[in-house]
């Protein structure tokens, strides 16, 4: 089965290696942000001949090609998500690093008045929000 990175790649013409398939076939199940060393476990687990340089390759050729796109979520490690249609935002646990995307149509619009109220033409931008998660008040008796 063809998964959806790779369909893309077909789509957009490139040459399909069976490694670069089995990269894509990582990022396309990839429920979290993989870092490069996370996709090379994971593309181990399929083909175990992988190499880490391969797998770098492959990314660089997929963001390249708008297929998927960089992360930097300030912990030094690049991460990898697919490219969508679909705008949205990232709130970054620091102390578990779990990545939670979030889509909220306020911001969207305050991004826009923003621009407008300072003379631009909003041509991109990007929000990651840090945090901590909270305790749970205490309930009163």
Not at 108 to 129: C, P, Q, V
Request: net charge negative; charged share 35%; glycine share 4%.
């Amino acid at each position: 089965m063809t998964s959806h990175i790779e369909q893309l790649c077909i789509e957009k013409g490139l040459k399909m290696t069976d490694q670069r398939r089995v990269v894509a076939r990582v990022l396309s199940e990839a429920t979290d942000h993989p870092d490069v060393e996370q996709v090379h476990i994971r593309a181990m687990q399929i083909d175990p001949n992988i190499s880490i340089a391969t797998v770098y390759r492959s990314l660089r050729l997929l963001e390249e090609a708008s297929i998927i796109e960089r992360l930097d979520f300030g912990d030094g490690r690049a991460r990898f998500e697919e490219a969508c249609e679909r705008h949205h935002h990232h709130l970054i646990d620091i102390q578990t690093g779990e990545v939670i995307e979030f889509m909220n149509d306020e911001i969207e619009e305050l991004k826009k008045k923003i621009a407008h109220d300072l003379n631009y033409r909003l041509i991109g931008h990007r929000l990651e929000l840090y945090g901590i998660k909270r305790r749970p008040e205490p309930e009163e008796s």
